[in-house]
């Protein structure tokens, strides 16, 4: 599965932002598709990346970090194979590079990072206060 994640940019403490995952190169339904992030520079790349948001693409149920309930929501879309993330109360804590990822269907509930095979380029969001 190749992942392509867009969408990031610079915004204010409060406002909102949607970023775009696109996936491609296999049929969708057996796989979760989440978004991580890491802030550049802090911790060991890709092991402390933090578990944002995931769905199962086909039982459809989503799931959320504990950072983010209540502010983000992850949607798909079916057609065009695209996975949005739609921020909302944005906090400069919310800073990092975002990064879409498809696993198996059996991940569950799982925020696990290993648990992903498929990673995409990051895209950095930036939250000023």
């Known amino acids: 599965v190749q992942l392509q994640a867009s969408g990031g940019g610079l915004v204010q403490a409060g406002d909102s932002l949607s970023v775009s995952c696109t996936v491609s190169g296999r049929t969708l339904n057996k796989y979760t598709v989440g978004w991580f992030r890491q802030v550049p520079g802090k911790g060991r790349e890709f092991v402390d990346r933090?578990?944002?948001?995931?769905?199962?693409?086909?039982?459809?149920?989503?799931y959320y970090g504990d950072s983010v309930q209540g502010r983000f929501t992850i949607t798909k879309d079916n057609a065009k194979n695209m996975v949005y993330l739609q921020m909302n109360s944005l906090k400069p804590e919310d800073t990092g590079v975002y990064y879409c990822?498809?696993?198996?269907?059996?991940?569950?509930?799982?925020?696990?990072?290993?648990?992903?095979?498929?990673w995409g380029q990051g895209t950095l969001v930036t939250v000023s206060s």
């Open positions: 933090e578990f944002v948001a995931a769905v199962a693409w086909s039982a459809g149920y989503r």
């Open positions: 990822a498809a696993g198996p269907a059996s991940l569950g509930y799982s925020t696990f990072l290993f648990g992903y095979d498929d």
